[in-house]
């Protein structure tokens, strides 16, 4: 089975940096986009950044210039850094990807919390 496990979410202060990482495991012949979504309390998940396999990457509006999203292909890892975190930006952080198995598919890691304080 596909795995999708996320790493670095944690506690920082308002201006301060963090660097996310999900690396995608198991039977993957290959895979189209990878990507981060975040969901806070009270609101609908939304997309933060996508990359594909070729570099193409995508970001909300709402963090274009301080979140940059990057991706080691052969290691199936996807990063996301993050710089000048505002408080807006708290919630669970989700890894996504589009790829290909026996099958293809959409898969989610199950979230790491990001907490910005002030």
């Known amino acids: 089975q596909v795995q999708l496990v996320e790493s670095g979410g944690g506690l920082v202060q308002a201006g301060g940096s963090l660097r996310l990482s999900c690396t995608a495991s198991?039977?993957?012949?290959?895979?189209?986009?990878m990507g981060w979504y975040r969901q806070a309390p009270g609101n609908q998940r939304e997309l933060v950044a996508t990359?594909?396999?070729?570099?193409?990457?995508n970001y909300a509006d709402s963090v274009k210039g301080r979140f940059t999203i990057s991706r080691t292909n052969a290691k199936n890892t996807v990063y996301l850094q993050m710089n000048s975190l505002k408080p807006e930006d708290t919630a669970v952080y989700y890894c996504h990807a589009n790829l290909f198995s026996r099958g293809s598919g959409d898969y989610w890691g199950q979230g790491t919390q990001v907490t910005v304080s002030s």
């Open positions: 198991g039977a993957i012949f290959s895979i189209n986009v």
């Open positions: 990359i594909s396999r070729g570099g193409s990457t």
